[in-house]
């Protein structure tokens, strides 16, 4: 059985430690780079939506309060 150039040189073994110190590189690269505690552009993007979306329903609570009392729109 012929194997790979590399294979005759490092021989099995190593090439088995090599795969797995370079799983592990990679993993600890991609958790890294994964900073949970920065919200990222739509997260804060979502935040201001459900702010606004908040407002809103206050808002037109009050307009349907005011309907209700029959009051209109003259009073703040």
């Not at 370079?22 to 949970?36: E, K, N, T």
Request: aromatic letters at 4%.
């Amino acid at each position: 059985m012929r194997g790979h150039r590399y294979t005759k040189r490092l021989g099995y073994a190593m090439l088995d430690k090599l795969w797995v110190i370079l799983l592990i590189g990679v993993s600890v690269m991609l958790l890294v780079a994964c900073d949970a505690n920065v919200p990222g552009p739509a997260e804060r993007a979502g935040k201001e939506v459900d702010k606004a979306a908040a407002s809103l329903g206050d808002k037109v609570e009050k307009a349907g309060e005011r309907i209700k009392d029959g009051s209109g729109a003259d009073k703040p």
